[in-house]
């Protein structure tokens, strides 16, 4: 699959500073989507990590999760 201009150079696997340079947010905030669900992640020893195909997924889709929403969280 193509992958966009955004994540080119990026690894398959992106860790939670790298998904925040993409997004251009804090780190920390990174971490708190993922553990929320807002975010796609999964736990590697204790690091959040995010695979490249579903990080471009959710850019694709307007920044959105389809199975939360920033709204869920309040």
């Not at 992958?3 to 992106?14: A, D, F």
């Not at 860790?15 to 804090?26: C, G, I, K, S």
């Not at 807002?38 to 959105?64: D, H, M, N, T, Y």
Request: charged share 25%.
């Amino acid at each position: 699959d193509e992958v966009i201009p955004e994540l080119r150079g990026y690894p398959s696997v992106l860790r939670t500073d790298e998904v925040a340079e993409v997004l251009r947010m804090e780190t920390t905030r990174v971490s708190h989507l993922m553990r929320k669900g807002g975010l796609p992640g999964f736990k590697v020893g204790g690091e959040w990590r995010c695979l490249r195909s579903a990080l471009q997924a959710f850019i694709l889709a307007g920044g959105s999760n389809s199975s939360h929403t920033e709204a869920s969280e309040e």
